[in-house]
């Protein structure tokens, strides 16, 4: 079992940053490739960003490519997202996710998920 718990969400304007950590307990944190998706009202959830284990390969989806950056510290078992130039199209609920296979970015080949953190950004 993996436990993930998110932080840093809140409230920013267009054009502003946020730093998302996710912070990981329980099974060896490092093994893990390590997602981030969001889910807006009404939507589906979508991927945002991943990292492989050792963090030497990152991947991004098209909408966030160039604003957003994921990475991760496995002696503090902690991903992060840091996200800039935020969109008001960026408001949603963003979930860290864990799983223990190569990159993929369909939701549901992720087995481990934290609860969210909010992020809202008014134009």
């Known amino acids: 079992q993996v436990q993930l718990v998110e932080s840093g969400g809140g409230l920013v304007q267009a054009g502003g940053a946020l730093r998302l950590s996710c912070a990981a307990s329980?099974?060896?944190?490092?093994?893990?490739?390590m997602g981030w998706f969001r889910q807006a009202p009404g939507k589906e959830r979508e991927f945002v960003a991943a990292?492989?284990?050792?963090?030497?390969?990152?991947y991004y989806a098209d909408s966030v490519k160039g604003r957003f950056a994921i990475s991760r510290d496995n002696a503090k078992d902690t991903v992060y997202l840091q996200m800039n130039t935020l969109k008001p199209e960026d408001t949603a609920r963003y979930y860290c996710?864990?799983?223990?296979?190569?990159?993929?970015?369909?939701?549901?080949?992720?087995?481990?998920w934290g609860q969210g953190t909010q992020v809202t950004v008014s134009s």
């Open positions: 990292i492989s284990w050792n963090g030497h390969s990152t």
């Open positions: 996710a864990a799983r223990s296979g190569n990159y993929d970015p369909v939701p549901d080949e992720y087995e481990y």
């Open positions: 329980g099974r060896t944190f490092s093994s893990y490739t």
